[in-house]
């Protein structure tokens, strides 16, 4: 099935994804009167490559996650030191569903690949199920790990036959887009998933 991807604020890169691949790039107009079949999905911003992560590690194994049941007990932040070490110490059964949770952060923060050597499987599994790409880490970060981290790292340009992976941002340009942070992520896609779409 073939989906037309718009951003209001760049619709001279609309993205026509084919199944798991990018089919085009290109204005909008152009893509949808070749491909008028194709399924439109409008969102307010900007369309992006999406963004790279290098905090891996630290945010899906050295960070314990919540569950909102457990909000009374932990709170609903992201808990990190060596309060969430006790807390993997103590029930280890709980770093699969921490690191999936940790994975739904970084989708809603348009990440669609990390950096840094996961050492855990849970981790492992949660990065290969979500299908978020494992790229090179660079050798100094920048400063602490955060979902947003300081300066924002985004993918090469989307290309024909590439991976249908990217995130879509509600700003008005990449200026804001690093200004303002990856919180304002409206949609990720992965593989031509849909898996994120702020509320």
Request: net charge positive; proline share 11%.
């Amino acid at each position: 099935m073939l989906t037309l991807h718009v951003a209001e604020a760049s619709p001279e890169s609309a993205v026509l994804v084919d199944g798991a691949a990018i089919a085009a790039v290109g204005p909008y107009e152009e893509l949808a009167a070749v491909r008028p079949e194709a399924r439109v999905r409008r969102w307010p911003g900007i369309l992006t490559p999406g963004l790279l992560n290098p905090y891996g590690p630290e945010l899906l194994e050295g960070t314990y996650h919540p569950d909102p049941r457990e909000a009374g007990e932990f709170g609903t932040e992201p808990i990190t030191g060596e309060r969430a070490r006790a807390i993997f110490r103590a029930d280890p059964a709980r770093q699969g569903a921490s690191a999936r949770r940790g994975v739904q952060r970084m989708l809603a923060h348009g990440t669609v690949a990390i950096a840094g050597e996961l050492r855990g499987r849970a981790a492992v599994d949660a990065v290969r199920r979500a299908g978020l790409a494992v790229g090179q880490r660079p050798d100094n970060l920048p400063g602490p790990a955060s979902f947003s981290p300081v300066p924002l790292v985004l993918l090469p340009p989307l290309k024909p036959g590439g991976p249908a992976r990217f995130a879509v941002f509600d700003v008005p340009d990449r200026a804001a887009l690093v200004r303002l942070g990856a919180a304002t992520c409206v949609a990720t896609v992965i593989e031509g998933r849909l898996v994120h779409r702020r509320r």
